[in-house]
T-cell receptor, first 119, second 112 residues
Framework: GAVVSQHPSWVICKSGTSVKIECRSL??????MFWYRQFPKQSLMLMAT?????????EQGVEKDKFLINHASLTLSTLTVTSAHPEDSSFYIC???????????????FGPGTRLTVT | GDSVTQMEGPVTLSEEAFLTINCTYT??????LFWYVQYPGEGLQLLLK?????DKGSNKGFEATYRKETTSFHLEKGSVQVSDSAVYFC???????????FGRGTSLIVHP
């Protein structure tokens, strides 16, 4: 089946530094990937849609300059948290869709998540 | 807009008990419906899905039936195990879209 990986699985950084999280589709190409943020005991919040070869689309309330997204290839999207602060500490999950059943139905494949802790 | 409502947790059960986690949805058209499971510290894994009315999705002893008349997709398992302890998310995906709408998640805790 389709596999999406994330790296790193966890990271601790100091306030004011930047952190890059990678999301890779290992056995399929993804022109679109999604980045979610999950707070403890809460559902996933869609942050942005990453588009290969073009700018990312951010959800309302998500700071574009803080959460930089680059979709460098058909198998790689990166999320960079710039000038991180403790309130950015969270669980970040990416996903990539794969069409099924003739192409009009999609399944989302999720990465294992990255736990970011900003001290 | 589209929405998914799940029963609030946590749901606490003893091993081998019967499980039901309720999920209802609001959507235009005919969405696909999914249950995802998230084990502690991990991402989401697809548990089962149904793409049209009256379809039954099943996997690992879990089942859910797409009920259009009641706009529901309740998750059931006849006999839970401690290893089923996790957070379960109900989600819908409108036809032709690839951005799912998630419920808030229901935590399941199974005691030995």
């Amino acid at each position: 089946g389709a596999v999406v990986s994330q790296h790193p699985s966890w990271v601790i950084c100091k306030s004011g530094t930047s952190v890059k999280i990678e999301c890779r589709s290992l056995d399929f190409q993804a022109t679109t990937m999604f980045w979610y943020r999950q707070f403890p005991k809460q559902s996933l919040m869609l942050m942005a849609t990453s588009n290969e070869g073009s700018k990312a689309t951010y959800e309302q309330g998500v700071e574009k300059d803080k959460f930089l997204i680059n979709h460098a290839s058909l198998t790689l999207s990166t999320l960079t948290v710039t000038s991180a602060h403790p309130e950015d500490s969270s669980f970040y999950i990416c996903s990539a869709p794969l069409p099924r059943s003739g192409g009009d139905t999609y399944e989302q494949y999720f990465g294992p998540g990255t736990r970011l802790t900003v001290t | 807009g589209d929405s998914v409502t799940q029963m609030e947790g946590p749901v606490t059960l003893s091993e081998e008990a019967f499980l039901t986690i309720n999920c209802t949805y609001t959507a235009t058209g005919y969405p696909s419906l999914f249950w995802y499971v998230q084990y502690p510290g991990e991402g989401l894994q697809l548990l089962l899905k149904a793409t049209k009315a009256d379809d039954k999705g099943s996997n690992k002893g879990f089942e859910a039936t797409y009920r259009k008349e009641t706009t529901s997709f309740h998750l059931e398992k006849g006999s839970v195990q401690v290893s089923d302890s996790a957070v379960y998310f109900c989600a819908l995906l409108p036809g032709g879209s690839y951005i799912p709408t998630f419920g808030r998640g229901t935590s399941l805790i199974v005691h030995p």
